[in-house]
T-cell receptor, first 112, second 112 residues
Framework: NAGVTQTPKFQVLKTGQSMTLQCAQDMNHEYMSWYRQDPGMGLRLIHYSVGAGITDQGEVPNGYNVSRSTTEDFPLRLLSAAPSQTSVYFC???????????FGPGTRLTVT | GENVEQHPSTLSVQEGDSAVIKCTYS??????FPWYKQELGKGPQLIIDIRSNVGEKKDQRIAVTLNKTAKHFSLHITETQPEDSAVYFC???????????FGKGTRLHILP
């Protein structure tokens, strides 16, 4: 099992550009989520999904979109990047919302 | 809304001594409390968790205690070793929704 994979590992964007952060898992987990990690702020939930076709907002959803067309994939879209979105982004998956979450290695995004 | 407060933000202990990290939460419906360890450059990894029907759980040098009345839970690491140096996050989940909310993290330094 590859577990949770994220691409790219690093990305630099200019303000206003768009991009998609990819996340995939091969553990047949129903629950997937996206977090951003900023110094001193811990892990903040952006969006989550309890299964294919279902997504919901977390604590800090503004500026981000998600979709869940398959169980395996949960991409995060930045429609118009802003410097405030400079952060490290983690994707996670788990059997359910109240079970062990498996985190990907992260994507470090810089918006200039 | 949901809130988890974690203290301290930084903790330094001598190798071999014990370390204690505390978290408080606000929602009485919370019933799942995991702890994650994050090493430099990696995603967080679950080290121990506890559910509300249990007051204490141990796994070798790591233990978690839960006081539902006071709405706080703590991570205890005994006989600390250099490899325990990392950032530790507490989290909570409740039946109200499917979100796991994380604390802001504690950076633990094990001094030689």
């Amino acid at each position: 099992n590859a577990g949770v994979t994220q691409t790219p590992k690093f990305q630099v964007l200019k303000t206003g550009q768009s991009m998609t952060l990819q996340c995939a898992q091969d553990m047949n987990h129903e629950y997937m989520s996206w977090y951003r990690q900023d110094p001193g702020m811990g892990l903040r939930l952006i969006h989550y999904s309890v299964g294919a076709g279902i997504t919901d907002q977390g604590e800090v959803p503004n500026g981000y979109n998600v979709s869940r067309s398959t169980t395996e994939d949960f991409p995060l879209r930045l429609l118009s990047a802003a410097p405030s979105q400079t952060s490290v982004y983690f994707c996670a998956s788990s059997y359910s919302s109240s079970s062990e979450q498996y985190f990907g290695p992260g994507t470090r995004l810089t918006v200039t | 809304g949901e809130n988890v407060e974690q203290h301290p933000s930084t903790l330094s202990v001598q190798e071999g001594d014990s370390a204690v990290i505390k978290c408080t939460y606000s929602d009485s419906a919370s019933n799942y409390f995991p702890w994650y360890k994050q090493e430099l450059g990696k995603g967080p990894q679950l080290i121990i968790d506890i559910r509300s029907n249990v007051g204490e759980k141990k796994d070798q040098r790591i233990a978690v205690t839960l006081n539902k009345t006071a709405k706080h839970f703590s991570l205890h690491i005994t006989e600390t070793q250099p490899e325990d140096s990392a950032v530790y996050f507490c989290a909570e989940w409740g039946d109200r929704d499917d979100k796991i909310i994380f604390g802001k993290g504690t950076r633990l330094h094990i001094l030689p």
